[in-house]
């Protein structure tokens, strides 16, 4: 099988990630998700829950989970990992 062709047949599903944004970025995700989900790909975004309403994964047909990302994180954002980890394994 050629990469084209595994390329076009492969339909598993993919997690994207967002930090707060409020432009290039989530729109790019937004495009990516967009593009994911018509090649037949289940999307989930995790992401801070302004950028869902902002750029409209769950309109789009993509899993949303509420990570509240900022833009910078650091040591004091370990909440954001630890739901980040439930979103992405479910526990």
Sequence with gaps: MTDAARATTWHGSVALVLGSSTGGVGQ?????????????????????????????????????APVEI????????????RALRKALTGR
Aim: contains cysteine; aromatic residues 6%.
């Design 70 to 81: 900022p833009a910078n994180p650091g040591p004091q954002d370990s909440g954001a990992v």
């Design 28 to 64: 790019h995700v937004a495009s990516l998700t967009r593009g994911l989900i018509a090649a037949g790909c289940r999307v989930l975004v995790c992401g801070p829950t302004a950028a869902d309403e902002l750029f409209g994964f769950s309109a789009a047909g993509a899993q949303f």
